[in-house]
């Protein structure tokens, strides 16, 4: 060890799979003696447990689940607010309708926020589309919510 220079160490020791031959052997009598062929032995290296070692990226990882559900869940607020009575008007149909239509928006928008440069045209369309589907909806109170909700939902990028 102590002749051996930083070049000669491994950096990173991953587990060896070599291509091996599948052949019946003459002697043996269990066929499951045999060698597993390359992609078994891989699915058996994937299969394995995750070490010690990785820990630290599960819990960042985890931190940044727990990051964009928060902010999910602050979009979804934000969105929701003020409506629950005009939703409570609506026939079970397009109760549905507006729910689903609801959550794809928070998604997108979503995303539209982990971008560097937010296209705030964009998410005032999503939320413009998305409140058209409220039957009867006037169109100046569509534009005072959207823009509304637009403001609110660029303060959060600012937060998160």
Excluded: C, Y
Aim: hydrophobic share 40%; proline share 6%; glycine share 4%.
């Amino acid at each position: 060890m102590a002749g051996e220079t930083i070049a000669e160490k491994p950096i990173i020791e991953s587990p060896k799979i070599t291509p091996i031959k599948i052949e019946h052997l003459p002697n043996s009598e269990n066929k499951a003696e045999q060698i597993l062929p390359p992609t078994e032995q891989i699915k058996e290296i994937i299969s394995k447990p995750i070490e010690k070692k990785g820990e630290d990226n599960i819990v960042a990882v985890s931190r940044v689940q727990d990051w964009q559900k928060q902010q999910a869940a602050a979009i979804d607020n934000i969105l929701s607010e003020g409506l629950n009575e005009v939703f409570l008007k609506m026939n079970p149909d397009e109760q549905a309708v507006f729910k689903k239509t609801g959550e794809e928006t928070v998604i997108k928008i979503s995303k539209l926020l982990m971008e560097t440069k937010v296209k705030v045209n964009k998410i005032v369309a999503l939320i413009r589309k998305w409140l058209q589907l409220i039957p009867g909806v006037n169109k100046f109170f569509l534009e005072q919510e959207v823009k509304i909700k637009a403001d609110k939902i660029m303060r959060i990028k600012n937060k998160f």
